[in-house]
């Protein structure tokens, strides 16, 4: 299974993406993607079932609100041209959520609710993306 996984070079992002390829799956980090303007999420998500998305604000002000806001848009509306049929999302933001249950992509939300590992939830993620869509929130312990 092709899963992109947006915000790959990030220390979950980058563990999900070693988590996922030894599961065997054909795993893209988004290396020269724009999520804000759009650009090479066409090319990036051709032929992918999965989308996984860890990318973060880089403070939760309206500016960066604003660009997370965009970037959710512009990558669900890349996922329904590409046909992808899951959007997994670790969020911590509520507008992101609601962008996302408004979509027509089956998804999956993950919280965190406490302190974890990295590692313990890159592997919860890469569970979940090998799963149905949950169309719904989970919270992981």
Partial sequence: ????????????????????????????????????TGEGLAGALAGASVVVDVSTASSFDDAALELLDTSTRNLLAAEAAAGVGHHVALSAVGTQEELIKQSSIPYSIVHATRLLAADDVASALGEISEGSPLNGTLLTP
Avoid: Q, Y
């Avoid at 899963?3 to 980058?14: A, C, N, Q, T």
């Avoid at 065997?24 to 999520?35: I, R, S, Y």
């Fill in 1 to 36: 299974m092709k899963i992109v996984v947006i915000g790959g070079s990030g220390l979950i992002g980058g563990k999900l993406v070693t988590n996922l390829r030894e599961r065997g799956h054909e795993t893209v980090a988004d290396t020269g993607v724009n999520t804000v």
